[in-house]
């Protein structure tokens, strides 16, 4: 496995990404089919963390976060760094120092299968990431991996240029072939729970609004008015 | 074991459902003998979250929250849904357009051995949640259970009609019929608490105020002024 | 193992603990050369959560908090109590109670590897806890420990006056003759970090300003323009 | 909560339950329309442990083993003890001198949500043991907890004479009151899969064995010759 | 994304899987660049499990084995089904009714992320599985999925074809275009660790044998004759 | 911290060790007064695995492993090598190459608070290894630690030349100075329990035998006939 740092990748249209990151997590997973979603271990720093963005990938050894360093140098304005290792770590790979030159090349955000540091000046500086452990554990800048190439993050396959959508409900990713469609059926998906919102709002059942109440008794669900003596 | 959706079950009293939530988790716990708790990994999705309501017990196949929106035809004001799978799972079974529902009927909180999502929307909603996980995984509705049946949820037996209680501390669950009881039993205990506070705050010690000095005696611990030397 | 409570322990000096504190976990355990983090699932229990402070430590039996009221009989202003437990518990071991007669002596806050209860309360007073679980299962006070005997802790090995720091990223523990070194190297370290931050804030990469273009080389990564075919 | 020991418990028929140890967990689980699994932390010692028997319910206070002790004088030959703890513990509650007790009392395993210890002595005596932990952590006998009162353990709620089947796939609690039931199903289970199994070995596919090929149509999946071009 | 069963898949040559089944994981991991490994929590029912084939992979939805069945249509002698499920669950996906048809048509062996029953039947037909858990929990068939198309299982990216070598250590997937090229090196590595075993079981040291001494002294490790006075 | 390797450590006498060893973790563990266990996650990689010794005390950064292979040049027959990690990791530092050294030394086991591989080839040698995991995944060798330095293993404070005991049960560690101390305690512990077993194995009662009624009855357990109706 070549150790590669790819410079150029595709990227989603920035207004698709915009309208992703409006939509959120909990909708675009729904609209696209219930795929994408990295493990609920991934966790944001704070609670109104929300970012997305196009995926810079990285593979680091565990323990050394020098590929992060490669990778912010053929970061774009609008990206969003998805970090993981190569065997299991939690180890603090990210901080504010590497927080500061995120914000200054324009990177939205962080995803990280590992630990994270300085969480406090994070949040004040405003930068988000999400990561699996608050760790302060150091790391050194000592062994070789890659940027842009595929990887596997939290149990998610991810390509670079793929778009990341992230928020409190987690992470998630859509193929960048895909994102367009994506936005589409999202900002449908999200009409359709405002219109039935108001239905429910008014103090309609969910089981006549979605007409379950024939796949209750299908299923052999029977009302009684108490308990059965037992 | 048949799929059955009971409508009507035994509450308690109102006012002494409302004197127990504001007691609190951990008060009440220990003025009931230190019994009814849920396991620790069912968290409040905000800070601020706290109920207390008659439970309706809500059991679902993993991944199929059909017996929830089942449930919502049951439900009246004041209620709390507790609801758990037959096997593990932390999909997210419950999100905002459910929230929408549960408040329009008067439903006061949700507790949940599973996965829930759109937790912004719900901060916002100020529906409290106490969940597993945060996980946006849809579910689907294919799958029969059960609704006001007794449940296991997080470790705990689960009666409807039970008391529920859930704060920042974490769930618990008083037994109906003992739950005036809990409340007489836990505004004592607060009471006692409040001016053993007092008596604290003014400098006494603990360990005269409740008298663990001979205690410590008889356990064989002794004062000394310095490490010995090893 | 004989049950002491030792009186006296010597403790750094007031104001390299100030400092300390103020340069937080992930600065001073860089400084001192990446040692001392309790493990990362000991966790604060509200966002701004911050102590330093000199250790006293308890070790206490699994769901029996005795000994935490021994210990508060020996303390003095500045303290931070470190609690371990002789074998695994999520036991709530402290609550409100414990931490009015906590601030009453000036302890400043608790390091704790068990269970935690009365969390809004303790927000509230602005009473800071570190713990592995927030749990409302109650103790007893019935068996012997030791009060400022070495322990370890989440991992780590702590002696008596030992200089906690606590915050948002963690709880770190500096050896106390080595306290006065880790605050001038802590403020090196900070000043090093602020300089660097300067450059990169002005797009400089890090890359350059840490000068890691040749060790990349060194390791054969490679750059690419584009993803070679595969 | 007060403290009993109930000495009398209903037992099922000890024919039933010799038939429901020989059908085993996973085969009856499925009879009874798969419920009564215990949490799968909960593992056998020894690879072929297996045990079938009356549940002998015992709640004893994390790390004390007083309730055993207690228990242990009201046993019947055929028993299993059903132990767990008030809260989570992996303490070692039982070793080789409690089972040489129980083997001499005609108890024929024991389930225990905690710890266990002497695990070479205790495949030696050939007595089976499922727990969530083997840990030498020594215990106490201090504190008071319950004999044959109903108990939740390892998230299944069990009652004083529900037959306990346990073997290497795990432990199942069969209600007392469907024991009988749960044996003739199983049986018809058995026989069921034993007729799958032989045309299974002869080649036929489950597909047209269990009549599958029509479902997989209606649910719109679609057999192709080769992948599609992405 | 569309639920296929795709019918053809290109495989690797039987010899070179063979010889990959006889290297090991351990082996062939190192070999290839340190690549490949899913998860350690998937683990073998029995100690002696072992298997080397190609990846029939196969998504199933929690809780529902359908797919598996369906997958059994398609397989050749030789291979092993790679199992995955869309959301986290342990849920017993596979027994020994499926392991019956599986040894009919020649399949070699399971990894699963999820969980499997009927252990002992399984270790007594010697067909080797390795699964996340052991549980009973039965799985009804009732959605779809889909059989040889990419997926992730425990962490790692498979694709159909892909060569699957399954021991005690666990379970690494070889890249079928680099299977013959795994088969040589690993078959150099192997030579050349059982030469250095040869001199080390003489009493060399590893030190000498793998000349890490200069390493020691250019990394500033010190040899001392005793442990300095602290 | 300085990275050194101390030659030369005292160990305790032979005979005492080889006690120690035949009566096991679980009874050395009981006759210290309980203490001394490592976390109940560190795990014999076979049943059978057996061993005790001095400690040769190891500390590597995570993913490395180049300090276990600097401390084979100082091991003496006898010797248990227990090493650890800077910050949590399960990748595989030993294997088969590694045991055959130790074998060659004289070295008779080894604990890990990490992960280990060539574990069929380990049992095979009968070289006992407890871990925290089995896993594949290769280290390097490139960074700096030490050897015979006091450390933390699994949550407990290990000093070279402490006495290693390790069985089934998992593992423990006797402080040197106490080792002799340690096996006559354990033998008269033995003595004791083999005692109390032939009572048991004639059908005494733990309660009668170890004389418990009292104990009972003070603590206000009370012996019904029959269930309460509730």
């Not at 959120?24 to 929300?50: C, D, K, N, S």
């Not at 995926?55 to 990778?71: K, Q, S, Y």
């Not at 990206?79 to 914000?103: H, I, K, N, Y």
């Not at 359709?192 to 024939?214: F, H, N, P, S």
Request: with cysteine.
């Amino acid at each position: 496995m070549s150790n590669l740092i790819i410079r150029t990748i595709p990227r989603a249209d920035p207004e698709t990404i915009r309208v992703l990151g409006e939509l959120g997590v909990a909708t675009v997973h729904e609209a696209l089919g219930r795929i994408g979603l990295l493990e609920p271990a991934i966790r944001p720093i704070y609670p109104g963390a929300r970012a997305a963005g196009s995926a810079v990938t990285v593979l680091c050894p565990p323990g050394d976060n020098l590929m992060i360093h490669a990778a912010l140098s053929i970061v774009q304005p609008g990206d969003v760094l998805v970090v993981t290792t190569s065997s299991p770590s939690v180890d603090g790979m990210f901080g504010d120092v590497l927080a500061t030159s995120c914000q200054a090349l324009g990177v939205v955000g962080l995803v990280l299968d590992a630990g994270v540091r300085d969480t406090a000046e994070l949040e004040a500086m405003q930068f988000p990431v999400w990561a699996r452990a608050v760790y302060s554990q150091g790391t050194i800048k000592a062994a070789a991996g890659s940027v842009n190439q595929p990887i596997t993050c939290a149990g998610l396959a991810v390509r670079p240029g793929d778009v990341v959508i992230a928020d409190r409900d987690g992470v998630m990713v859509v193929p960048r072939v895909r994102a367009e469609d994506a936005a589409t059926l999202g900002e449908q998906r999200r009409d359709k729970e405002t219109a039935i919102k108001g239905r429910l709002a008014r103090g309609e059942l969910t089981l006549d609004v979605m007409q379950l109440r024939g796949l209750l008794g299908d299923l052999g669900v029977t009302w009684v008015d108490s308990a059965p003596q037992s």
